[in-house]
């Protein structure tokens, strides 16, 4: 089992940044990726960027040049970060961290970013 706890979200205006992280728990060494995804209401959930275990990173298109997903380990934590430059409007969503083993997917409980003037 693999816990996530996400934070970091908030209301900011155009332009502004913002850096969401994900602390993960349990069985940390079993991931073989990590992810952030976001979703609003009325449509799927979508990847926004993703790291693997061997650190291959891949990001959405919109966010490419604007957001960078990193990652580190202390002790029997992972942290997952997602570092949100000029942001736009189109970027309000639910953020969440995601986590993956063989077999299995977890999430986190969401934080909500709010893009907004």
């Known amino acids: 089992q693999v816990q996530l706890v996400e934070s970091g979200g908030g209301l900011v205006q155009p332009g502004a940044s913002l850096r969401l992280s994900c602390a993960a728990s349990g069985s940390i060494f079993s991931i073989t990726r990590m992810g952030w995804y976001r979703q609003v209401p009325g449509k799927e959930r979508e990847l926004v960027a993703g790291?693997?275990?061997?650190?291959?990173?891949?990001?959405a298109d919109c966010v490419k040049g604007r957001f960078t997903i990193s990652r580190n380990n202390y002790k029997i934590m992972m942290y997952l970060y997602l570092q949100m430059n000029s942001l736009e409007p189109e970027d309000t969503a639910v953020y969440y961290c995601?986590?993956?083993?063989?077999?299995?997917?977890?999430w986190g409980q969401g934080t909500q970013v709010t893009v907004s003037s």
């Open positions: 995601n986590a993956e083993n063989t077999g299995n997917k977890y």
């Open positions: 790291i693997t275990s061997g650190g291959i990173i891949n990001y």
